[in-house]
């Protein structure tokens, strides 16, 4: 399948849905998923989500083009009186208005620039940690999405996979903390996921950071809970052997 077909195919899964923005109160419309309409196929070891048929996340946001309000779908009509007038205040009055671009559908580098307006937003109107981490998250698996993406006959190849991979890294790092924060100060679900999923997340990043000490308690408690799925419990004890062999390695 060429790049042309692949674009046709995921318009085919897409619709422009409608929203009414509780910042400026303008109509637009906003590229979405059709439900049950994308195929699941796995979560890769940092819960990055993978369809065979379109990449969910890159449609996760959605932004306002004529005040700059930009929040991921679950917060989208949920901004309270004073983060609207923050977001009045510091966002809108800044913001050049346009017409939302004609596009057949969101590329990646369309779906990293609009998951950072989302991050600018929550951050401006002072969300919660967990609210954070989540948008950063997302970054991080878009990061990794357009990493994939390259051609290896791009003679940039190499160059380009190594700063996305390090923005996805970067993005992780910051996931990594503000998730880290609300597990301490916040009730569950935290950015839609249960204590175990969570936990075995925050061990991942703990691991790429090199916190091994950290990521395997972690996975201890994830491992040993009555409630792990049988699925999360094989990632847990797959990141947990290949912990404990960087370790051996690294004192050998």
């Known amino acids: 399948m060429d790049a042309n077909e692949k674009i046709e195919m995921e318009k085919g899964l897409l619709i422009d849905k409608r929203y009414n923005c509780p910042i400026c109160d303008k109509q637009f419309r906003s590229k979405a998923v059709k439900s049950n309409s994308a195929k699941f196929v796995d979560t890769m070891p940092d819960l990055r989500p993978i369809h065979s048929n ?9 932004c306002c083009p004529n005040c700059g309000y930009a929040a991921l779908g679950k917060n989208f009509n949920s901004p309270t ?5 923050i977001i009045h205040e510091k966002i809108e009055t800044n913001f050049k208005s346009h017409e939302a671009a004609e596009c057949p559908i969101y590329t990646t580098e369309m779906a990293i620039s609009r998951m950072k307006m989302v991050l600018l937003c929550t951050v401006t109107k002072g969300g919660k940690d967990s609210e954070i981490g989540n948008v950063c998250l997302k970054i991080c698996w878009l990061y990794q999405d357009l990493a994939d993406e390259i051609a290896d006959d791009d003679p940039d190849a190499e160059t380009k996979r190594e700063t996305y991979l390090k923005e996805a890294y ?6 990594y903390d503000r998730l880290t924060n609300a597990r301490m100060h916040e009730d569950y679900p935290i950015a839609g996921m249960n204590e175990t999923t969570l936990d075995y997340l925050l061990a991942y990043f703990a691991y790429k950071k090199e916190d091994y000490t950290t990521a395997l308690q972690l996975l201890s408690g994830v491992v040993s809970s009555r409630s792990v799925s049988p699925r999360l419990k094989d990632k847990s004890l797959d990141l947990k052997d290949i912990i404990n062999k960087v370790r051996e390695n690294t004192e050998s």
């Not at 379109?54 to 959605?62: E, G, S, W």
């Open 170 to 175: 970067n993005a992780g790092m910051n996931a």
């Open 54 to 62: 379109v990449n969910v996340t890159k449609y996760d946001a959605i």
């Open 81 to 85: 009186a004073t983060q609207r007038k």
